[in-house]
């Protein structure tokens, strides 16, 4: 498992159970753990619907995409109706039709392993290698993933609807950035090796480094599974890092890895964060969006040289609240952003573990990177057990908000500065997504509206404009607003 901490709830981040890929207070799979703190089986279900290197080849007429009807993601987009239809590729389609648009190289694909003595019921798909030396922000980017969700991908690969999404994220502009050019620096930091500090005064929710992926994975494929055979995936793997130009073949190789198994999959498991990519149809035939590591090779140099070295090194871990990441889906860009006013000299760090567990459950996270943490939230007596105090105080209230007669504007209160006490104000967007969600079910239209609107503010702001999450808020709150229209009947 990576180095993918993700700021969640009392399971925030890529899920209590073990976060994976490079730490971050990203908040992409916070809902997931939302599911497993809260425990809230009638309300969550509710929220659930709300809420050797190959030689490079070009085809000769590359065909474009139509806009004719899109079975495989026709779903994704928020702006379906102005998007176009990308081809479904893969390794027999590039050979019939002498075509593999948009990608610059044909797709190497494997089939899913052969069940033996069992029949599936839901179809697996292959498992391929897809690669453009030229994404829209003009960086090569290889995906190891299913053709249905390059599909879903390619459409915005190339064009994504930035000045529509810049907008929706109050005129924010989507710019990658390159280090050093930022207010920060990497050096030697005493008893602890190397660190990020700032070299001059940074305002809470500064972007501090946007930038694209090089590679991204399947997470599915990367773990022990039963879909694909673990030496196709590695082959995957190397071709999907061999197409790269040769610059970004230098930059991931010189990635941190921790010596264990085949290079490239030790780099991706070591500098990878949790994103959200496109979506893929579950063993459930529900749609759910596809979980993949994503590679950033700036970041993971700036943000996680100090976690490798500690996990290396079996050293001790800073504290870990002044930055989170926040991914675009529609961009694929990841932002490391100030969560917090940052003074000179003030270390930088992005959390290794989700911030709203328990201590019990961060001190087991933390075992499988090798190191313990040293910070008070993990390692003073009295400060851990007025967390866990006060972390088990925000379970229970919102376990009384699945009873909708119980929620009242001072349990709310309370919630709301326990969160802020906890560092948790990241996940607030998520809180006030649930009592929103309360007060449509006691059918006090107004006040859902109050707080689903809040909800959507600090949703754009941690989790994304465009995250799922935060189109999820965006959806209850249409759904609140075509009801009060009478368009349609309220239910939850």
Known sequence: MPATAKMQYLGNGKDVNK??????????SLWLSLRYLFTMVPLISTLAVLLGSPRVLAAPEPIPPTSNSCPNNSHLSPLNHKRSCPPLVDDETAILTNSWYPWSIPPTCFDPKKQKGKRSKAKVSKLCTFTTLNTWAGTPLSIITTPETAADVASFIHSPYISWLENDRGGVPFKPTHYPKNPFRVE???????????????RKGTVLMAQLPVMLQLLESAEQNDKWETRDVLRLLQRAGNQLPKEQQREVMGLAAQGKGYVVDDIMKTNTFDVTVGVLEGSTGQMGWGSHSGLYPEIAVSFLLVTVSLTLERRWMADLDS???RFSPSTLIMEIVAYKDISPGEELSISYAPLNILSTDRSELLKWWGFTC???????RTAIKKSDKQRNRIQALLEEFDTPSKLTEGKIAEIEELVREEGMEGQMGDLYNIIG???AQRGEIKKAKEYGKKGVVWLKRYAGADSERTEMAKGFMKRLEDFERGARDWRP
Do not use: W
Not at 19 to 28: A, E, P, V, W, Y
Not at 374 to 380: E, I, K, M, S
């Open 19 to 28: 976060t994976r890929h490079g730490s971050s207070l990203d908040f992409i």
């Open 188 to 202: 030697k930091l005493p008893n602890k090796g190397y660190g990020v500090v700032a070299t001059e005064p940074i």
């Open 323 to 325: 930055c989170f990441t």
């Open 374 to 380: 040293t910070c008070a939230l993990c390692q003073n």
């Open 437 to 439: 969600n309360v007060y």
